[in-house]
């Protein structure tokens, strides 16, 4: 095992009813117990760390407390054996970051059930351009076409499109043939959007379009929302008559203004992707189609779409999470190697 008995990690401490973050030292001693011991290389930033990072109780009960849900590394030392010292994983959700310390820091202790070996042939770096965020992106995509939607049935519509979760859902689709609308509330990034292959923006205001509508014309075939509330309902409102909506997210709002209509007159699906507590069997087959035959269609756009920070700039990328100003996939460099 690695002699180190401490380490770095962004701390939020809850100081007087507000939330300060800063950088410090922690020890190995510290961290819950549990069956393996990681040394992180990488984690990336998702929306859920940002919530964390400033005090959401519905994603953190606890502080002081290190966010970061997704993680990879080394195995620092393992109490079980299919894990040793050495070997490249993921660790990824289900409470990683959220009440047990996470990938800010650059070591966690984890259960043996919630570590995955590094997909070949990705590097490290790699996985975490992906991340939850991605992953997400790839289980709400991987549901469209396990359910029958191919390319010629007509559009698929992506919302929150410059975010994390919606920019690798546009590049994905948009490799695999897909027409690609994508809603954004960002006009500067029209050009970025359409460099990830999507051939129509529009903005918030014309995906929710008549609000006090039941149904509106038919449009996409399938439908990516990562915001949820007026804009994935103007989504579902547009969506064609047996057409397949997946929602993963909350980013506008966690409600949902509809009638019953688009699903008892145009037989539209609604499904739900949860990436959180995804069974370790349903990630190795996620994990292989972007570590395999989706692979090819991202290295060129995973570059496009990600910056690297390190852990003294997480804090300041947190806040501009929150202000809904990031675009695409942030990843967090705890090798302390300068590149
Ligand atoms: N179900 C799961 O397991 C799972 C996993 C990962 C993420 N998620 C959820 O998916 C959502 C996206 O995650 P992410 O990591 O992609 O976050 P992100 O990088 O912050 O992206 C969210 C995007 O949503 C749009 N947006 C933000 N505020 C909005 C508002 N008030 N109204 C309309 N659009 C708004 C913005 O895109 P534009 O500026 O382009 O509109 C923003 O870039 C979050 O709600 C997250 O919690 C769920």
Not at 109 to 131: F, N
Not at 205 to 213: K, N
């Amino acid at each position: 095992m690695n002699k180190t008995t401490t380490f770095r990690a962004l701390v939020v401490r809850e100081e007087g009813g507000s939330f300060q973050r800063a950088v410090e030292e922690r020890r190995i001693a510290d961290l819950p117990p549990g069956d393996v011991l990681i040394r992180v290389h990488f984690s990336s930033l998702n929306y859920k760390d940002a919530l964390s990072a400033s005090g959401n109780r519905g994603v953190t009960k606890k502080y002081p407390h290190t966010p970061g849900i997704d993680a990879v590394g080394v195995v620092a030392a393992s109490t079980v054996p299919q894990f040793t010292e050495g070997d490249e994983v993921v660790c990824m959700c289900y409470d990683l970051g959220m009440n047990t310390p996470g990938g800010f820091g650059e070591y966690i202790r984890v259960p043996a059930g919630w570590v995955l070996p590094k997909p070949e042939p990705l590097s490290l770096y790699e996985a975490m351009q992906i991340g939850t965020a991605g992953f997400t992106a790839a289980q709400c995509v991987d549901k469209l076409l396990a359910l029958g939607l191919r390319p010629e049935q007509g559009p698929v519509l992506v919302t929150g499109a410059t975010g994390g979760v919606g920019s690798l859902a546009c590049a994905l689709l948009a490799k695999l043939g897909f027409a690609v609308t994508a809603v954004t509330g960002k006009e500067s990034e029209h050009d970025f959007l359409r460099q990830l292959g999507c051939t129509a923006v529009l903005n918030r205001q014309q995906a929710i379009g008549r609000a006090s509508a039941a149904l509106l014309r038919e449009r996409w075939a399938g439908v990516v929302d990562t915001v949820g509330g007026e804009i994935l309902a103007g989504a579902i409102k547009t969506t064609q008559y047996g057409g397949i909506v997946t929602c993963c997210g909350n980013a506008a709002s966690g409600e949902l203004p509809l009638t019953v209509y688009p699903f008892i007159l145009r037989g539209v699906s609604l499904v739900g992707i949860d990436s959180a507590e995804c069974p370790l069997s349903r990630r190795e087959e996620i994990w292989a189609k972007l570590a395999g035959p989706w692979r090819t269609a991202l290295p060129d756009t995973l570059k496009q779409l990600s910056v690297r920070i390190d852990l003294d700039q997480v804090s300041e990328a947190v806040d501009a999470m929150l202000a809904g100003q990031i675009r695409g996939r942030i990843v967090v460099d705890l090798t302390g190697e300068k590149v």
